[in-house]
C-alpha cells in the first residue's frame, strides 16, 4: 500500500503483529496519563523537524505532534495562542484532523470519526508543516497554475483566429464552460454529488467551488447530553472558503492570516492502548492513519507507522492491531504484519461486526456455546504454537548470524596465523644465518686460503636457506648438509690449531668440556642438535601412519641440569648389567601434570612423575612420538636419554610392579593403548620401556610441535 492510503475501522480485513519491547516500564491504567511528553501532556512535540523526500527528490518538512484531543478540549482553551500548535485553535485543529479522515475514509460518517479519535485513551500524531514552508507551497503551486492557465488561453486564442466572425461571441462562451469545466476536473469527484462536507476543506486545486451554499444552509443538529465534539465545524468550513477566497483575489503575496491548519496539515494517525482480558495482553490498537494526497509518495505513513510501534512513544505493548481494507494489506506486511486469520482471531473483539440477538432455542444456544469453547481453544493451540515457530526462526536467524560472525573470524585468525608462522620462520633463517656468519668470523686464521674456504662453505649454506624464487623457506636437508659438513670443517681445524685439551670418549663427556669451547662453536652445534632433533621428530610422526595431519617442531628447547645429576646419571650407566644400551625415548607421563615440562629441564626426573599403569610404577616410554603425545601435555614432548641396560620382556600387566627382575635394568611391555586380540604392524608402535630408576634417566629437551596441512 502506498504511504497516502488509508486505514480505519471500517474496513472488512484484520491485520496483527507481534512486536517486542526492548526498554519501556509496562504502562497501566494507573499510569497511563503519567508518560513523559505523550501520555503526561494533552499534547507536546515529539521531535526535532523531519524531512520527506520522494523519489523525485522532492522535499517536505513538517514537525511530529501528539495530542489527546478529549483532555485538550476538556481542559478548555483561552486563545489561540494557547492552544497546541501556536497561533491555531484547539477546536479548528481536531475539525481539520476529522476533515483528513472524512475526506479519505468514504464508509465512515463524521460522527464516528470524532468520537474514535476523542476516545478517553485515544492519541493522535499529526505532521504539521510550518507556515513559511506552507506559504512557500502554495506560491510554487500558484506559479504553476497560472502557467497552465496562460497556455490553455493561447491555444484557445489561436484556435479563435480560425472562426468567422459572426460566430465569435458564441466561440468565446463555448471556450468559458470549456475552461470551467478543466477547472473542475482537478477537483476529487466533482462528477457526482459530494459525500462529504470537508471536500472543499482539503481539496488541493485552489479553484473558487460553488457549493458553500449547502453547507450554509444545512440545520443546526440537537445536542446531545454528551458533549458534542463536532460543535463550531461549519464555522471551520466557513473560514477555509473564506481564507481560499481571499489567496485567490489576491494577486498580490500570500500572508500568513491566509494560511489554516488545513493548509499546513500533512498525515495524522490514531491509536489507543487496549487490554485484551481474556489473553491479558497489551494491545496497540491503531484505528486510523492517512496522508494528504498532495504529500503522498514521501514516506509519511511509514514514519506515522514507526511511531505508532515505538515503545517510547505507546509504552510497552504485546501486539499493534489494525483493521485494513484489501489495498492496505501490502503496506503492513511490509512492516512485519500478518493476515494469518486463524491468528488475528485472537484479536476478533477489537473489531466491529453485527451480533445476531434474535432468541434461539436453549439447545443450540447450548451447543453453540461447546463449539465456540472447542474453537476457542483450538485456537488458542494454534496461536501457541505459531509463537513457538516464530521464536524459534527467529532463534535460527540469529545462530546462523553469530556463526556466520565465528567463521569469518577463524578465516581471519588463520590468515593472521599463517602470516605469523612464515614471519618465524622468515626471522629464524635470518638469525641462522647470522649466527652462521658470526661462526666463520670467530675461527678466521692466518692462512688465507683455509678462512676462504670455509667462508665458501658458510655462503653455501646461506645460500641453500633460499630457494629458486628468493622465498625464505628453509630447506631442511640442504641445510643439515651443509651445516655437517661445515661443523666436521670448524672442528678439524679447532684440532689442528690445539684448542682442544683431550679427546672425549663419549656424546656425555663432549657435552661436559662444552664450556672450554668457544662460544661460535657451540652455538653451532647447539643449532645443529635442534635441526636433527626437529627432523628426526617429523620422520617419527610420519612412520604412524593413522594420524590424518602432518606435525612439524616448532622449538626446541635443550635442558639445563646441574653437573651433579649429570655425574649420578654416568655413574648409574657403569652399573647397570648393559651399560652400552642407552637410547633416546619421548616421555609418557606429563598429561596429568603439564607444568612438569619445563621443570624436568632443571630439575631432572622426580619420583613425581611415575606413572601408576598397567604394567607397574616407573617411568614409560616410547620410540614413537605420535603414541608418547597421547601421554602427554598437549603440543608438548619431552625427549630423554635412557639407559635401558639389560631390557626384560613382559607381557602380563602388573600394576603393582615396583622393580624389573633380578639382573634386569628395565622392561618392555606391549603398550597400554596395545588391544589385545589384534594383530596389526600397528602394535610394534604400541610397545613401551619401564624404567623404575630415576638415576637411569635424563631430559634432553622439550620439542615444542603443532599440526600443519598436508
Given amino acids: 500500500m502506498a504511504e497516502g492510503d488509508t486505514v480505519g475501522e471500517s474496513a472488512t480485513k484484520s491485520v496483527a503483529a507481534k512486536e517486542s519491547a526492548q526498554s519501556m516500564l509496562d504502562l497501566d491504567t494507573d499510569s497511563r496519563t503519567n508518560m513523559v511528553d505523550c501520555f503526561g501532556r494533552p499534547g507536546s512535540q515529539l521531535a526535532e523537524k523531519q524531512t520527506f523526500k520522494n523519489k523525485t527528490g522532492e522535499t517536505i518538512c513538517a514537525f511530529p505532534v501528539i495530542v489527546d484531543f478529549r483532555r485538550v478540549l476538556d481542559l478548555g482553551q483561552v486563545s489561540e495562542e494557547s492552544g497546541v500548535i501556536p497561533g491555531i485553535s484547539n477546536r479548528d485543529l481536531l475539525h481539520a484532523v476529522v476533515g483528513l479522515y472524512d475526506v479519505n475514509l468514504s464508509d465512515m460518517t463524521a460522527d464516528c470519526l470524532y468520537s474514535t479519535i476523542c476516545e478517553k485513551w485515544a492519541r493522535t500524531i499529526l505532521l ?105 465545524v461549519k464555522t471551520f468550513v466557513k473560514k477555509v472558503a473564506s481564507r481560499r477566497l481571499e489567496r485567490e483575489s489576491n494577486s498580490g503575496a500570500i500572508t500568513e492570516d491566509q494560511v489554516g491548519i488545513e493548509t499546513r496539515l500533512l498525515g495524522c494517525a490514531t491509536f489507543e492502548k487496549k487490554y485484551a482480558c481474556q489473553h491479558k495482553e497489551r494491545v496497540v490498537h491503531l484505528t486510523l492513519i492517512s496522508v494528504r494526497k498532495r504529500a503522498q509518495k514521501f514516506c509519511m505513513g511509514k514514519y506515522l507507522l514507526s511511531k505508532c510501534m515505538d515503545p517510547t512513544v505507546v509504552g510497552h505493548y504485546d501486539a499493534v492491531v489494525v483493521h485494513a481494507d484489501n489495498s492496505a494489506i501490502d503496506f503492513f506486511k511490509k512492516y ?32 453453540e456455546e461447546e463449539f465456540s469453547k472447542w474453537q476457542r481453544k483450538t485456537l488458542e493451540a494454534y496461536q501457541n504454537q505459531i509463537c513457538c515457530v516464530t521464536k524459534m526462526r527467529h532463534e535460527i536467524t540469529q545462530l546462523k548470524k553469530i556463526i556466520k560472525k565465528q567463521s569469518d573470524l577463524l578465516s581471519i585468525l588463520i590468515k593472521e596465523n599463517e602470516k605469523a608462522r612464515r614471519d618465524k620462520l622468515s626471522a629464524e633463517h635470518s638469525l641462522l644465518i647470522f649466527k652462521l656468519e658470526t661462526a666463520c668470523n670467530a675461527f678466521k686464521t692466518d692462512t688465507a686460503s683455509s678462512t676462504d674456504g670455509n667462508h665458501a662453505e658458510l655462503t653455501g649454506v646461506a645460500s641453500c636457506c633460499q630457494n629458486d624464487n628468493g622465498d625464505n623457506e628453509i630447506k631442511t636437508e640442504a641445510l643439515i648438509q651443509s651445516l655437517i659438513r661445515q661443523c666436521i670443517s670448524l672442528e678439524n681445524m679447532h684440532i689442528s690449531q690445539g684448542s682442544l685439551s683431550e679427546t672425549v670418549e663419549t656424546q656425555h663427556l663432549t657435552q661436559q668440556q662444552e664450556s672450554s669451547k668457544p662460544s661460535a662453536a657451540s652455538e653451532t652445534e647447539d643449532l645443529l642438535t635442534c635441526f636433527d632433533i626437529s627432523t628426526r621428530f617429523q620422520l617419527d610422526m610420519s612412520t604412524d601412519k593413522s594420524l ?8 626446541v628447547i635443550k635442558a ?143 620439542i615444542t610441535y603443532q599440526a600443519v596441512k598436508k
Avoid at 459530494?194 to 457549493?211: G, L
Avoid at 590424518?548 to 622449538?555: F, G, I, L, V, W
Avoid at 612438569?596 to 606413572?611: A, P
Avoid at 596389526?680 to 631430559?699: G, H, K, W
Wanted: with cysteine.
Fill in 560 to 702: 639445563s641440569l646441574p653437573q651433579n645429576i649429570i655425574e649420578r646419571f654416568h655413574k648409574t650407566l657403569k652399573s647397570m648389567a648393559n651399560p652400552d644400551f642407552v637410547t633416546q625415548l619421548y616421555f609418557c607421563g606429563t598429561l596429568e601434570k603439564p607444568h612438569r615440562c619445563t621443570q624436568v629441564l632443571k630439575t631432572g626426573f622426580l619420583q613425581e612423575d611415575f606413572s601408576h599403569g598397567e604394567y607397574g610404577y616407573g617411568l614409560y616410554f616410547s620410540k614413537h612420538p605420535s603414541k608418547a603425545a597421547q601421554f602427554s601435555a598437549l603440543g608438548k614432548l619431552v625427549l630423554a636419554e635412557v639407559g635401558l641396560g639389560a631390557v626384560e620382556t613382559i607381557t602380563k600387566s602388573d600394576r603393582t610392579r615396583k622393580k624389573p627382575s633380578d639382573g634386569m635394568d628395565s622392561i618392555i611391555v606391549p603398550g597400554r593403548l596395545c588391544h589385545w586380540g589384534r594383530e596389526s604392524p600397528e602394535a610394534l608402535l604400541c610397545q613401551e620401556y619401564v624404567v623404575f630408576n630415576i638415576e637411569q634417566v635424563t631430559p634432553v629437551c622439550l
Fill in 128 to 232: 504539521v508543516r510550518d507556515v513559511k514552508d506552507a506559504i512557500a507551497d502554495l506560491e510554487k503551486r500558484r506559479k504553476k497554475e497560472k502557467l497552465r492557465r496562460d497556455k490553455e488561453k493561447e491555444e484557445k486564442n489561436a484556435a479563435d483566429e480560425h472562426l468567422v466572425e459572426s460566430d465569435e461571441e458564441e466561440s468565446d462562451e463555448d471556450d468559458d464552460e470549456g475552461q470551467e469545466e478543466d477547472e473542475e476536473d482537478d477537483v476529487l469527484d466533482d462528477d457526482h454529488e459530494k459525500s462529504s462536507m470537508f471536500e472543499d476543506v482539503y481539496s488541493d486545486t485552489e479553484e473558487e467551488e460553488e457549493e458553500e451554499e449547502e453547507a450554509e444552509n444545512e440545520e443546526e443538529e440537537e445536542e446531545e447530553e454528551e458533549e458534542d465534539f463536532s460543535r463550531g
Fill in 548 to 555: 590424518t595431519m602432518k606435525y612439524e617442531a616448532t622449538s
Fill in 336 to 367: 512485519g504484519f500478518s493476515d494469518d486469520v486463524v491468528l488475528n482471531s485472537k484479536w476478533r473483539s477489537f473489531m466491529f461486526e453485527l451480533t445476531d440477538v434474535s432468541k434461539k432455542d436453549p439447545e443450540l444456544c447450548e451447543v
